[in-house]
T-cell receptor, first 113, second 115 residues
Framework: GENVEQHPSTLSVQEGDSAVIKCTYSDSASNYFPWYKQELGKGPQLIIDIRSNVGEKKDQRIAVTLNKTAKHFSLHITETQPEDSAVYFCAASYGGSQGNLIFGKGTKLSVKP | DTGVSQDPRHKITKRGQNVTFRCDPISEHNRLYWYRQTLGQGPEFLTYFQNEAQLEKSRLLSDRFSAERPKGSFSTLEIQRTEQGDSAMYLC?????????????FGSGTRLTVV
């Protein structure tokens, strides 16, 4: 079946450094790619998303890049802060669905002060 | 509170019992989604509604699971004859849109433990 692979599963950085999380997807019909941040005991929170007609999108310290040919997309967080520590999930829309997102397994990001 | 509300936050039930969860979406959102998340995994799609119509169901959704959104506002997810494998966090999300994908707002989830 369709899947989304996410790497790394854990990532530890020093405060102020950059963090990069990478995902690959298998469904060539995927056209929507959101990223979610999940803190302990809470639901996932949308932090940025990108559609297939765009190669890059930036929002303050967060950016996402998409390479449709290679079927991969990445999240870049610059100038990391301790409050960025959380689990991050990438997702890709599933085929012709307008409601089904396929999520990666998550990356636990730890930012050390 | 303008977020997505889920009730209860936690539910412990004995195997074989039925359980029902409720989700109140953001009031102006026409789409509502149910996902399931187990420990160490990303959320898995179960089903979604546009207004009161259930438009998609995952093949993960066995016939023991049923979801409703009778008036296009709140939704309920019922699991009949619960099994230990049903233990998970059940997440509800909502969004506004009619075509294509739009950013979801998730609730904090209902954690189900089947003993």
């Amino acid at each position: 079946g369709e899947n989304v692979e996410q790497h790394p599963s854990t990532l530890s950085v020093q405060e102020g450094d950059s963090a990069v999380i990478k995902c690959t997807y298998s469904d060539s019909a995927s056209n929507y790619f959101p990223w979610y941040k999940q803190e302990l005991g809470k639901g996932p929170q949308l932090i940025i998303d990108i559609r297939s007609n765009v190669g890059e999108k930036k929002d303050q310290r967060i950016a996402v890049t998409l390479n449709k040919t290679a079927k991969h997309f990445s999240l870049h967080i610059t100038e990391t802060q301790p409050e960025d520590s959380a689990v991050y999930f990438c997702a890709a829309s599933y085929g012709g669905s307008q409601g089904n997102l396929i999520f990666g397994k998550g990356t636990k990001l730890s930012v050390k002060p | 509170d303008t977020g997505v509300s889920q009730d209860p936050r936690h539910k412990i039930t004995k195997r074989g019992q039925n359980v029902t969860f409720r989700c109140d979406p953001i009031s102006e959102h026409n789409r509502l989604y149910w996902y399931r998340q187990t420990l160490g995994q990303g959320p898995e799609f179960l089903t979604y509604f546009q207004n009161e119509a259930q438009l998609e169901k995952s093949r993960l959704l066995s016939d023991r699971f049923s979801a409703e959104r009778p008036k296009g506002s709140f939704s309920t997810l019922e699991i009949q004859r619960t099994e230990q494998g049903d233990s998970a966090m059940y997440l509800c999300a909502s969004s506004l849109g009619y075509q294509g994908f739009h950013g979801y707002t998730f609730g904090s989830g209902t954690r189900l433990t089947v003993v």
